[in-house]
């Protein structure tokens, strides 16, 4: 795309007149369709304009711009959220993608990390000096909307869910202020930038605690055929009850594509995967591994050493850009017998190949924060399970309907509540909090966003 060529409109005028250097797309630029949509594309929103902030002085003068106009904004780093709430109707929607510097600090394991980061561009640069700082399982997802919601990945049962590395930010307040949220310093706005969700104001620069991790890890993948996905569910079960922290596994109950690794006899079917991965000693993981193996034989087995950057990436081709897609997702107080027949039942139904069910085992380092240390809501579920309907490249109505139902069916199982990177846009930002952390979180809303600006999630 041109960067350089910015039309002289309405918009752009005003963010211009207040020092904002970078494009903005307004409805008459041909750039502008590419530039309103996102990951989802059942998210079809037509936005006032779209401003390419290029640091963070531009962040604060689309911020100062927009508020004087009485134009309500949104924002925008990996263009990730399901529900789409990063692009509006009418709204400025403000995009952070190039600020996507990491910065390493070997010797103090600090990371510093633009709002618009990806998690592919923040694991290229801490791998460099093996670290690692715990995010999602797609390397397309932004830093920026992951890490406020909380972040669940492949490190968290060893090494916490992406907030609990998060110690300090940079953050321009909806006053047009820039602060840095820290222990000492506004102490009330990191804990809510610690899985609140986001609208507390735009975080420029997240700075994280980095673990020692890789380059190379245990992982990969088992593939089942449907004949044995009840006990597949049941053997990632059993691994992961007791499983050192070490340990991270999710099934996916997938179609298998026409495509390598899937032999052929498995290809256009559904399967089971256990995917796993071992951040631990290799040698102490293959024997922790050992009995899945021993007791019931995959029809592919892809679990060996490979980089942490590949594990990181190993799913991504399971949720390609550009489509539409409908979600929603439970905790689980266990993997019981009842709910694995449920989904299985359930998955048999789908009406699409392009759908997916991953159902995660949480615990470990995940439950040893206490509840009101972060914003995050859900310490203490066991397990979680999320469901993706997608009709390839067709609407995704009736993938979407089917969700709906094998939501349903296997709500019994569940503990209620919601993740709030995993809301739709049915579902209430309240759903996703305790009380008492919700009262924490409009008290910060408050005190940080009176006029309520900030309005993507629904906090006030
Ligand atoms: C394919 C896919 C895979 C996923 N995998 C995981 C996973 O493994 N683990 C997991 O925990 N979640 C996962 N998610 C959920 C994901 O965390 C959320 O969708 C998240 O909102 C994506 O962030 P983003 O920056 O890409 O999205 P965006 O749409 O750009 O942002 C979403 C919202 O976050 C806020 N926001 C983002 N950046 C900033 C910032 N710098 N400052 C202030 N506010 C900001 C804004 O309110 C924005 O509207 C996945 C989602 C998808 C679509």
Known sequence: ????????????????????????????????????????????????????????????????????????????????SVSGRSVRDGALCIDLRALNGVVVDPDRAVVRVGGGALLGELDAATQEHGLAVPAGQISHTGVGGLT?????GWLMRRHGLTVDSLEAAEVVLADGRRVRAGEHEHPDLLWALRGGGGDFGVVTEFEFRAHRVGPTILGGMLVYPWEQVRDALRAARELMSGAPDELTAFVT????????????????????????????????GERVLAPLRAGLSPAVDLVGPMPYVALQSMLDQTAPRGREYYDRMHYLPSVSDGFVDA????????????????????????????????????????ALTWIIGCSGDQPVGPAAEWVRRLWDDTAPFATGGVY??????????REAYADDVWQRLVAVKRRYDPDGVFAGNGIR
């Open 148 to 152: 406020l919601g909380g972040g669940v």
């Open 343 to 382: 989904l299985v039942a359930g998955f048999e139904r789908s009406p699409s190949p392009h759908s997916h069910v991953m159902t995660g085992w949480m615990g470990g380092a995940v439950d040893r924060m206490a509840p009101g240390d972060t914003a995050f809501g859900h310490r203490g579920a066991h």
């Open 1 to 80: 795309m041109n960067t350089t060529a910015t039309p002289i409109t309405a918009i752009a005028d005003g963010l211009h007149a207040r020092g904002f250097v970078g494009r903005v797309l307004e409805p008459s630029d041909p750039d502008y369709d590419g530039a309103r949509t996102g990951w989802n594309a059942a998210i079809d929103r037509r936005p006032a304009a779209v401003a390419y902030a290029t640091d963070a002085d531009d962040v604060q003068a689309a911020v100062a711009a927009a508020r004087a106009a009485g134009l309500p904004f949104t924002i925008r780093a990996g263009a990730h």
């Open 420 to 429: 709030v990177n995993a809301l739709n846009a049915e579902r209430s930002v």
């Open 253 to 284: 109950l997938i179609t298998a594509p026409p495509e390598e690794p899937f032999p052929p006899e498995l290809q256009g079917g559904p399967v089971a995967i256990i995917a796993v991965a071992w951040c631990g000693d290799p040698a102490e």
